[in-house]
């Protein structure tokens, strides 16, 4: 079946403008995941979606990062008024529930701030 | 002190090597101990995990965890140039969140 698909797969923008990265997670998987990844780096939990409960915020490294997801489905990383410092790669996974299941993990889309 | 510390190398074998990646943790409540591969410009992929201490086995692959000296361990037994990625380890912290080592960076020269 498909994997976790996440686009666009490259982004550039300039120091200040808003960006929105998307996440389509496994069809089933309640459970969906955000992280980054910095050059040459491992990768930094930023939030965390389970079901209807209220998401995990607490890797959100500043107020300009938000993100919501719909139902079950469909999730979406916003950074405003980017600065160079969140130029990395985004990925997002999805389980099958929280806890200690198996997360798969997108392609990633790869944030470039000029 | 991070929670999960990895050397990120790199580092370089030749083929048919045996390879050790180690990772140390913080915190001695973790329990769920992960190995992920990741090749270049792709997501990571879990490769194995393993429950409280002692070892894992899946083919080439073996996982150890060491909870009395907080230390997890891959080894890859005659490498192969398909090997060449970069490992992750990672822990569970809280029940859904991975916390992860720097990575290292693998490369098996044919």
């Known amino acids: 079946g498909a994997g976790v698909s996440q686009s666009p797969s490259n982004k550039v923008t300039e120091k200040g403008k808003d960006v929105e990265l998307r996440c389509d997670p496994i069809s089933g998987h309640t459970a969906l995941y955000w992280y980054r990844q910095r050059l040459g780096q491992g990768l930094e939990f930023l939030i965390y979606?389970?079901?209807?409960?209220?998401?995990?915020k607490s890797g959100l490294p500043s107020d300009r990062f938000s993100a919501e997801r719909t139902g079950e489905s469909v999730s979406t990383l916003t950074i405003q008024r980017t600065q160079q410092e969140d130029s990395a790669v985004y990925l997002c996974?999805?389980?099958?529930?929280?806890?200690?299941?198996?997360?798969?993990f997108g392609p990633g889309t790869r944030l470039t701030v000029l | 002190q991070k929670e999960v510390e990895q050397d990120p190398g790199p580092l370089s074998v030749p083929e048919g090597a045996i390879v050790s990646l180690n990772c140390t943790y913080s915190?001695?409540?973790?329990?769920?101990f992960m190995w992920y591969r990741q090749y270049s410009r792709k997501g990571p992929e879990l490769l194995m995990y393993?429950?409280?201490?002692g070892n894992k086995e899946d083919g080439r692959f073996t996982a150890q965890v060491d909870k009395s000296s907080k230390y997890i361990s891959l080894f890859i037994r005659d490498s192969q140039p398909s090997d060449s990625a970069t490992y992750l380890c990672?822990?569970?912290?809280?029940?859904?969140?991975?916390?992860f080592g720097q990575g290292t960076r693998l490369t098996i020269n044919p």
């Open positions: 393993t429950y409280s201490s």
């Open positions: 979606f389970q079901g209807n409960s209220a998401p995990d």
């Open positions: 915190n001695s409540a973790f329990q769920y």
């Open positions: 996974a999805s389980s099958l529930a929280g806890g200690p299941n198996t997360q798969y």
């Open positions: 990672a822990i569970i912290q809280g029940a859904q969140k991975l916390v």
